[in-house]
């Protein structure tokens, strides 16, 4: 007698609705396309070597840019970086080190609360203006006016009147730029606001509140990505550009801008005192700016097709 080849197997119901697709994480992809990047790599951690000393370092050194500073010994004064002072001493024999991650801190303060005012602001505004019609209307009106007046003529204009402080120099900046991230945002809410699954909730007569953060807002996260990767690097450049010109923060608010302003009649007889806050500057800019832009590109559920 043959051996019996053949052997029954147990039919399963659920069998036919199992799905052979691998399994699909948004943000396990997200992040495994953002870290796919050596370089971005190598600007997070730059990033986060600046931020944690501009937070960590100003709390141990006591910092203080209303203090005077002189020192009586003149010894002190221009000493180039070495190791006991690894960016030299200025005019007066302040440890630049200290002041450089002290006016760190405020610029990176001042750029974060900017982006924050104007991406929520533009945000919220840019997603009702992209759907609805009837503010569309009134918007597009409000944008071609403000659009038309230079952003640094505003914001010189708001600080003359305001007064130079931090909290003065975020809401000049944030005041009108909110409506340059609205008016990006409507642009994308507009090419997606009409497709069918929107056009279905409509007819369901699902609230437009609801589409525009069920519907349309996912699908924007790495355009708003992309939105504040821009705005920070650019925040902390106008900060030391209006600070250069005597702008923006007063004397007794440490800032890289200011440190920059303070510093540019030394930059032949001490070029490090220009330069050294300079190049933090630079490189706080350039780090941000590439791993935003890395960030939202791996937003984007497109690149995560294999």
Not at 237 to 250: C, I, K, N, P, R
Request: glycine residues 6%.
């Amino acid at each position: 007698m043959s051996e019996n080849k053949f052997t029954f197997v147990q039919m399963k119901e659920d069998a036919s609705e199992h799905i052979a697709a691998p399994q699909y994480s948004y943000w396990k992809s997200v992040f495994r396309q953002f870290f796919s990047s050596k370089v971005a790599i190598v600007m997070l951690l730059i990033v986060l070597f600046i931020v944690i000393m501009s937070i960590v370092h100003p709390m141990i050194s006591g910092y203080d840019p209303r203090d005077p500073g002189f020192i009586n010994d003149r010894s002190m004064h221009y000493i180039w970086p070495c190791l006991e002072f690894p960016f030299g001493t200025d005019n007066v024999g302040k440890n630049l080190f200290d002041a450089v991650w002290a006016g760190t801190r405020n610029s990176l303060f001042i750029a974060a609360m900017a982006t924050l005012i104007s991406t929520v602001i533009g945000v919220i505004v840019g997603m009702f203006w992209g759907y609805s019609k009837k503010i569309d209307v009134f918007m597009i009106e409000v944008y071609n006016v403000v659009a038309n007046v230079p952003f640094t003529l505003i914001v010189m204009v708001l600080v003359y009147a305001l007064g130079g402080g931090i909290w003065q120099l975020i809401f000049a900046m944030s005041v009108t730029s909110w409506i340059s991230v609205a008016y990006f945002i409507r642009v994308q809410v507009m090419i997606i606001r009409d497709r069918e699954y929107n056009l279905a909730s409509r007819c369901l007569g699902t609230p437009v509140s609801k589409i525009v953060t069920h519907n349309i807002l996912p699908y924007l996260v790495s355009v708003i990505v992309t939105s504040v990767a821009r705005d920070i690097p650019s925040y902390i450049s106008y900060e030391v550009f209006l600070s250069y010109l005597g702008v923006g923060l007063g004397k007794d608010v440490a800032s890289l801008g200011q440190m920059i302003q303070t510093y540019s009649p030394y930059m032949l007889s001490a070029p490090y005192m220009f330069w050294l806050p300079l190049i933090v500057a630079a490189a706080i800019s350039v780090s941000f700016y590439i791993v935003g832009q890395t960030l939202a590109d791996a937003s984007d559920p497109k690149t995560h097709m294999n």
